[in-house]
């Protein structure tokens, strides 16, 4: 295959890709520093064995791209030179190490070894951030064991997730996606910043990762804040390179479990003021890898997996529930509520019962007699649905002494992931080699961010989380100055968030009496709707119906790298084609909200009426049957999907020792996203 072949098929196919190895250059001279052609450079990987040649040029200069991060034994022949080795050479992820090779007159049968990487300059490009060696990433104290916790360490990267627990970010864990990175003052999220995972984008159109390997399994990755290579150009904001571990010529190996208990745990605040004990927080991350040659220096095999079982206490700060006293509407005046009937509701023009005035309003009610409900008037869906509240069981805060009377110290959060990753790699030769990478996520999350047990809990409860991805790369060596590079994946990031939990699923609108409860044409079956009681913590059963989010994304992305004189010229290319799906059927069981406007003195009055009493009036308005709004949702469903094409040209050209110039130029387009199935509608009149 010709160069001008390969060219022609890189920029008639598709768009960039970023760079997931390392490059090797510099320049092969003489004792007197004039530049020597045709030099043998050969690069030998220790771990595998597997070697990389190229010749230098008519400039001396020697380029060798596509190098997995590792350590590298270099050896330099050329006619009438001694040999030159230099073992130790250290290569990192996306690295461009500048590596001038001096040699020394005399037979090519004599040999010349330095070790170590003395002398190794990094001056290849302009680009700046930190690489996290297998050391940081394995080695440094981390919370939950999550790599990207780390990118704090590099200066200019700032995570700005400031909420967590039980209705914030859940935590540091593997289970998390997260988009709350600013690199060097560029905003967080909305598509600026990209994680990668050995070439792969594992992060959507926002930003957010979906995809955390296990710190075992991790080669290491490095996080560039301020990037000068026409293959970056997509994102403003910063680039996160991951390289996944390959196997070697020897079998290694390793198993873990770190975990904690509550035995060392300090109690809650909140448990305490309650007089509760603390609760339990498990946690055991567990796992293992492995890997060797299948067959020595043909086929190398590597295996990772991690597993995470955790039961946390999320007690929060309390929660309003409704006292038991005032559940049966006969005890209102012991909390120095009064209660009025929205039956005898008129206009107002009495004395005391003004139209208009900081005191006025356009409708009166009269208190109930002996501020009770009767009896006959309390609803008996009322009842069932207060019947399923626990009891209060702390002191009560604020006006009446309601807010805050409720702590669930059992209010526990359930968090389990499973993560497999294997790969694969195969040396065809010198010439050609081959890799293939799978990898796989499924985890359970439940949050009750009300603190109330299923099946009133409502929040992240039975939170679904699913990520596979499969990816295929060959370098070719198509002569001593041209490498050929090919990329192939797909990935599929899934989310399922239930509005309800198992136990509410079960609880039909008819069970609590609820006759002839219309709901969507979206969900298949009547669930108790969602209940909202005016002044206490809600919504009671669910939060929505579901939420279902297909993320799914297919990639190809070829690049050549040709050295010619004392340039290193690369070209590359990326087809990208983008499928997000959104299915929120939203409130399609229905929700009711029962407010203080039609059991308070007039209904032009806040809530804060008569000392802020009036806040609590909704479980009277819930008692008489009366809710104050109540909708369905009936949300449609998309599909939307968008291609992305692009290619670059980047020549990074060595003017002299002291000078390298990145010259690089991109092309791309964007396209709009289109909804499949038509279900979409622009609202824009071209006319």
Known sequence: M???????????????????????????????????????????????????????????????????????????????????????????????????????????????????????????????????????????????????????????????????????????????????????????????????????????????????????????????????????????????????????????????????????????????????????????????????????????????????????????????????????????????????????????????????????????????????????????????????????????QGTAGISNNYVNANNYGRYWYNQPIIRWDHNFGDRDKFNVLFQQFHGYEFRSSTQYPAPLATGNTDNNRTFTSLSMGETHVINPTTVLDIKASYWRFTQLTPGYTAAAQAITAASVGMTNMPHAPTVSNGVIPNINIGGFTGALFGSGSYSWSPYNRWIFTPSVTHTKGAHALRFGAEISYEARGSVSPGNAYGTWTFGQGLTQQATDHASTTNGGTDTFMGVASLLLGMPTSGSIDNNTSYYISRPYYAFYAQDDWKVNDRLTLNIGLSYEMQLAYMERYNRMAGQFDMS
């Open 2 to 396: 010709s160069l001008r072949s390969v060219l022609a098929l890189l920029f008639l196919t598709c768009a960039l890709f970023a760079q997931d190895r390392a490059t090797l250059t510099g320049t092969v001279t003489d004792p007197s520093g004039a530049a020597i052609p045709a030099a043998t450079v050969k690069a030998t990987d220790t771990a595998t064995n597997t070697t990389t040649e190229t010749k230098s040029t008519t400039d001396g200069v020697y380029t060798i791209p596509y190098l997995n991060p590792g350590t590298y034994s270099i050896e330099v022949t050329a006619g009438g030179f001694q040999t030159l080795k230099r073992d130790a050479i250290v290569l990192a992820v996306g690295q461009r190490l500048v590596l001038n090779l001096p040699l020394t007159v005399g037979q090519a049968t004599t040999e010349i070894t330095v070790t170590g990487q003395q002398e190794t300059i990094e001056a290849g490009d302009a680009s700046r951030g930190l690489v996290f060696d297998p050391i940081k990433t394995q080695e440094y104290p981390l919370n939950g064991r999550q790599s990207y916790m780390l990118l704090t360490l590099t200066p200019g990267v700032i995570f700005g997730q400031q909420q967590f627990g039980a209705s914030g970010f859940s935590g540091t864990r593997g289970w998390d996606v997260n988009s709350s990175y600013k690199f060097n003052g560029a905003r967080q999220g909305n598509g600026n910043n990209v994680f990668m995972i050995n070439g792969t984008p594992i992060s959507d159109n926002g930003s957010q990762w979906d995809f955390a390997p296990s710190v075992d399994a991790i080669q290491e990755f490095s996080a560039m804040t301020t990037v000068y290579d026409a293959q970056y150009h997509h994102e403003a904001g910063g680039v996160v390179n991951t390289t996944i571990r390959s196997g070697t010529n020897n079998w290694h190996g390793d198993v873990y479990d770190y975990f904690r208990n509550r035995l060392l745990d300090a109690n809650f605040f909140q448990n305490n003021v309650a007089g509760a004990k603390k609760g339990r927080h498990n946690q055991n991350q567990f796992g293992g890898v492995f890997g060797g040659p299948i067959r020595k220096d043909k086929d190398f095999l590597f295996v990772s997996f991690e597993g995470w079982q955790e039961v946390v206490p999320f007690p929060g700060s309390g929660t309003t529930d409704v006292p038991l006293a005032l559940r049966d509407g006969q005890h209102f005046s012991q909390y120095n509520i009064t209660i009025f009937d929205p039956l005898t509701t008129h206009a107002c023009g009495a004395p005391t019962e003004p139209c208009s005035g900081s005191n006025g309003s356009a409708y009166w009610r009269n208190p109930f007699p002996g501020n009770v409900i009767p009896t006959n008037r309390i609803s008996p869906i009322a009842t069932k649905i207060l019947s399923y509240l626990p009891p209060p069981n702390s002191p009560g």
